[in-house]
């Protein structure tokens, strides 16, 4: 199951790091199967990077919504997942 959410973390980490704002929609816009995971979920998945400190977090102007980009600690945690991926 752990291995599951690193894989999910990665996937969705590597989307945002071209160092751009992306809403919840474009982040499940770009997502390879969509039949495998929710809006809902990647909002949620958003939100609880936010506050592991993973990513930056800034409104829209829409009412609660938000755009999200990858943090310096999020880069590290990217490289640090993608290192310790290889030994698995």
Known sequence: MNENFNRRKISILNRM???????V??????????????????RMALLRYHRQGLLNRRKTGHHREYEYKLSKRGIDRLKWLVNIQKFV
């Open 17 to 23: 790091a071209s160092a751009r704002w992306y809403t």
């Open 25 to 42: 929609k474009r982040i499940y816009e770009l997502s390879e199967d969509k039949s495998r995971i929710s809006i809902f979920s990647i």
